[in-house]
């Protein structure tokens, strides 16, 4: 079962969820790994296959023998996206798959004992993507970097004791950045310097002289470049690249004893560092000069920390997330400094088994997903996103010392939906935490302090709406306005300006400056929703008039064109110009409108409401309704004019679309 927990921001007493099973299309078999991709979509590695959610249904690939487009073997431990939009897939025993969104076709990559340039092993575990767009693959026999826009590899097998190989099999995380890959192997913590081409080593040295090769039990890198890591038995290391050296840092439990085992490590946003033992817990301050053991044991119990902790991680509100594998996973909260048990096993008294969390991870919207074990069945626990009927139990309240007496404010996202995101630019403290207050049950929210990072957020984020104060340090709220509504790349987002200042001068400026909205302080809370829910429809009914743009002949444009016009008619220009070419993708879009694969996705999808790949199929089968129409050609040819390299693919999305094949949709005319 896969839990994703709208906890992470409801933070509430009692919080509704929607169970996913086998009935609802997810294959069988424990979670191994979560990932998101650029489109939204999750990808859920499981043991049986992998899944993709939409937020309605399941697409589920398995093993097909009889299929040489399907997945090559399940299990499925891990993927990744690259830049061209194609997923990466590592499985145990099928070696490297990739799966084009376009065409829905995997391929494959195989090891093949006399081809060195073949990945080391069909058996991988791990795969990281560094800046090049290289992929980085551990197994439990070798390393390979693998480069997907030649379809080579380099194979890097252990060779103990000869300087700069490789001296163990790749048993934990892979980190990859653009000077070194990081590695724990069986020998201990190795890396790649891809400057040299050759592995260093860091053996643990004993007394006398010898050394002792030991197992690194995760690996995190700071901010300031410095990877941590632990080793059973031995405590915590860190190794610093400014020196090129490992130091081992003398953490120590309140009792005296040395961290034995650090299992799990994350560094947080506020720069702390957080160390899961096997059954511990640590916090060392950002400027590492202070350590805490945390108790997060309830009135005595042992249950949550004696099987381990096997996955952290830091959420959007600031939430420190523990998984375990013994049916409860584990919050902390630094504002308060107290401990949250969250228990997915709350159902179990209706009769069904009780669970186990076998994952835990977080999507690119803060969300926990939990992989949920019943017994011999998984499911799926996931956000409100439509109606939810089944609660959970109530929160198990515990800390050091103290007990918590309220829950959590709630801020859950209406059901059916999932929340926009917000920028708010504004740097009175009050004005924020009010604001958030108001609007954090159905916003996800960014703040910045002043108008020169608000600028900088919105062109790196690309929100879906922006509440700005005028008066502020480095830029004024005048200026942001003018500033977004002129870049092409955030000129869509509606933009709400804050000020005490209420002369109707005032107002007029910062309309003239591009605003949509304009609201005085102190303001009532009411007429914000209203402008946020007016300004909401009115991007709605753009989204109507721009979806002609998608027609078989590209729309006029007004007497007076907008940015947003502007930009959509480049873009289908872009699309009619290379509408035969079928390697026409988004990394070329993103290359030609000179957006980053983020940008044009939210910019196209809030002025559209269709992710980019969308508007790409619906320009060619626009067309390809009108060429059925117009035209003797046959469905084949058809179908290779507009850049589909499969008519049956075509045949496919076309009946998908309009609800009838191609062939009946001419037949009926």
């Given at each position: 079962m896969l839990v994703p927990s709208s906890c992470i921001h409801a933070q509430a007493g009692d919080i509704f969820v929607s169970h996913l099973t086998e009935e609802d299309g997810l294959s069988p078999g424990g979670v191994m790994n979560f990932f998101q991709d650029a489109e939204g979509f999750l990808w859920i590695c499981t043991i049986a296959g992998l899944n993709r959610y939409d937020g309605n249904r399941f697409t589920t690939h398995v093993s097909d023998p009889l299929d040489l487009n399907s997945l090559s073997a399940t299990p499925v431990h891990d993927v990744t996206q690259g830049p061209s939009g194609k997923m990466w897939i590592a499985t145990r025993g099928g070696g490297l798959n990739s799966f084009d969104p376009l065409t829905e076709k995997f391929g494959h990559y195989r090891h093949v004992p006399e081809d060195p340039s073949s990945i080391a092993s069909d058996d991988l575990a791990y795969i990281d993507i560094d800046e090049q767009g290289i992929l980085w693959i551990g197994s439990q026999t070798a390393l390979t970097r693998f480069d997907p826009r030649t379809g080579k590899a380099q194979q890097f097998h252990p060779a103990p004791g000869q300087p700069g190989q490789l001296q163990g099999n790749c048993r934990g995380e892979v980190i990859a950045d653009s000077q070194r890959v990081y590695l724990g192997t069986s020998a201990g913590f190795e890396y790649y310097n891809r400057q040299t081409g050759r592995f260093r080593f860091f053996p643990l040295l004993l007394p006398g002289g010898d050394t002792l090769r030991y197992q690194v039990y995760g690996m995190a890198r700071g901010r300031d470049g410095r990877v941590w890591f632990g080793m059973p038995g031995e405590g915590l290391r860190v190794?610093?690249?400014?020196?090129?050296?490992?130091?081992?840092?003398?953490?120590?439990?309140?009792?005296?004893?040395?961290?034995?085992?650090p299992m799990r490590m994350l560094e947080s946003r506020d720069g702390a560092l957080w160390i899961a033992g096997y059954s511990e817990i640590w916090r060392i301050s950002p400027g590492r000069r202070r350590m805490e053991q945390l108790n997060a044991r309830a009135s005595g119990s042992h249950e949550l920390l004696s099987d381990g902790l096997w996955s952290i991680f830091e959420d959007s509100s600031g939430l420190i997330w523990f998984g375990s594998p013994n049916r409860k996973a584990l919050f902390f909260d630094p504002r308060r400094e107290a401990f949250r048990f969250y228990n997915p096993a709350g159902a179990a008294q209706k009769g069904r088994a009780p669970a186990a969390v076998s994952y835990l991870q977080q999507d690119a919207h803060g969300r926990a997903w939990f992989g949920i074990e019943r017994g011999t069945t998984f499911e799926?626990?996931?956000?409100?996103?439509?109606?939810?009927?089944?609660?959970?139990?109530?929160f198990e309240t515990v800390s050091a010392g103290q007990t918590m007496e309220e829950p959590f404010p709630a801020a859950a996202p209406p059901a059916g939906s999932e929340r926009p995101a917000l920028l708010l630019i504004e740097d009175n403290p009050d004005v924020v935490f009010y604001i958030q207050s108001l609007l954090r049950p159905k916003y996800e929210i960014q703040v910045a302090g002043n108008g020169v990072t608000g600028i900088e957020k919105a062109l790196e984020d690309i929100p879906d709406i922006i509440i700005s104060d005028v008066m502020m340090p480095e830029k004024s709220g005048f200026e942001v306005v003018e500033t977004l509504k002129q870049d092409e790349r955030t000129s869509h987002i509606p933009i709400i300006l804050l000020t005490a200042r209420a002369t109707r001068e005032d107002r007029i400026a910062g309309l003239k400056y591009g605003a949509d909205a304009y609201l005085m302080k102190p303001f009532d809370k009411e007429e914000l929703f209203v402008r946020l829910e007016k300004l909401v429809e009115l991007r709605r009914a753009l989204q109507a008039r721009y979806a002609q743009a998608f027609g078989a002949t590209a729309p006029s444009l007004p007497k007076e064109p907008s940015p947003d016009d502007l930009f959509l008619q480049k873009m289908r220009r872009i699309i009619d110009e290379n509408i035969e070419n079928a390697n026409l993708d988004i990394p070329y879009l993103c290359q030609v409108v000179h957006l980053s694969s983020?940008?044009?996705?939210?910019?196209?999808?809030?002025?559209?409401?269709?992710?980019?790949?969308?508007?790409?199929?619906?320009?060619?089968?626009?067309?390809?309704?009108?060429?059925?129409?117009?035209?003797?050609?046959?469905?084949?040819?058809?179908?290779?004019?507009?850049?589909?390299?499969?008519?049956?693919?075509?045949?496919?999305?076309?009946?998908?679309?309009?609800?009838?094949?191609?062939?009946?949709?001419?037949?009926?005319?």
């Open positions: 190794y610093d690249p400014a020196t090129d050296t490992v130091t081992f840092f003398d953490i120590k439990t309140a009792g005296g004893r040395r961290n034995t085992r799926v626990q996931f956000p409100i996103r439509r109606n939810a009927t089944e609660k959970l139990e109530k983020t940008q044009l996705y939210r910019k196209v999808k809030a002025l559209t409401g269709e992710a980019p790949i969308s508007f790409i199929r619906k320009v060619r089968l626009n067309k390809a309704m009108g060429l059925l129409q117009s035209t003797d050609k046959t469905v084949a040819e058809i179908a290779y004019e507009l850049g589909f390299t499969d008519p049956n693919y075509f045949s496919r999305t076309f009946s998908k679309e309009f609800g009838e094949a191609p062939s009946h949709f001419r037949k009926n005319q």
